[in-house]
């Protein structure tokens, strides 16, 4: 393992304990807030930035999100993001502390999965630097329009179906991992810096979502939800789009693995039945 990419470890690892933790500070101000309305954008950016304790909890966001970027500047995109599925671990622990209730064995298990994907994922490096790759911006462009496309499609059929906490958590996800992957791509300079109009639209539309979910369900169903796809869709995006190597022999089948552990570990705490528990 490279020294950039045991930083850019460290760095991930700090990253998605700050955003998780500005999750919950975020669901508990905007829980308390009058309801937040897309068709009515202004009034409801006015009733969230004269709250303090949002603010505090955006703040903390966007520090984690300085951290992440720092981190995928030194690292692939498939590895860092492992490292921040963790972070949905601190989520449940926190949330559960916080309600004064007991993990389920479905979220304990979801806890314990995302632990040991991590440990797996960090005796892979001993086989692979960590270094990402570029890609085809044409496949990633394909990439970013059916994410975008898809949670659009949830936000118009999704709600009767699944709610308007699960819904809001899933399109956010979708549009935060549009956000993820920029990132990436912007660090990388040159023109793809062009890719900084996706960042800001990404995190400002995900952003959006859990806000209004976050008034119709808790942070675990929001947040947890979004998570899961925020971590497995660049997980998937850094192999598939952007031809980040793979280690061969056994390193390589423990980091396949590892990412499909953490991605479990987020399916079992975004369950229903730990949704229903928040």
Do not use: C
């Amino acid at each position: 393992m490279t020294t950039s990419t045991a930083v850019a470890i460290v760095l991930a690892a700090l990253s998605t304990t700050i955003t998780n933790l500005a999750y919950l500070r975020e669901h508990d101000a905007a829980a308390a807030l009058p309801v937040l309305s897309m068709r009515r954008p202004l009034h409801s950016l006015q009733l969230l930035l004269r709250d303090r304790s949002w603010l505090l909890g955006f703040a903390m966001e966007s520090s984690g999100f300085l951290l992440y970027a720092a981190a995928l500047a030194l690292a692939s995109l498939s590895l860092v993001q492992s490292i921040n599925a963790g972070g949905i671990g601190v989520l449940a622990y926190v949330s559960a502390r916080m309600g004064r209730r007991q993990l389920g064995r479905r979220e304990l298990s979801g806890v314990i999965l995302s632990v040991l994907g991590l440990l797996a994922l960090a005796v892979s490096l001993v086989g692979g630097s960590g270094e990402g790759g570029r890609g085809s911006t044409a496949a990633i462009l394909l990439w970013l329009g059916a994410s975008g496309a898809a949670a659009l499609l949830v936000l118009l059929l999704g709600r009767a179906a699944l709610g308007a906490a699960v819904a809001a958590g899933i399109a956010g996800g979708l549009f935060f991992s549009i956000g993820d992957i920029s990132t990436k791509l912007v660090t990388q300079g040159g023109v793809r810096i062009g890719f900084l109009l996706a960042l800001v639209l990404g995190y400002s539309l995900g952003t959006v979502l859990l806000q209004l979910g976050y008034q119709a369900g808790g942070a675990l169903t929001v947040a947890g939800v979004a998570t899961l796809l925020t971590n497995a869709l660049p997980i998937a995006a850094g192999t598939v789009v952007l031809d980040e190597p793979v280690p061969s022999g056994a390193y390589g089948g423990l980091r396949i693995l590892a990412f499909a552990a953490v991605t479990a570990g987020g399916v079992l705490l975004a369950s229903p039945e730990s949704q229903a528990a928040t």
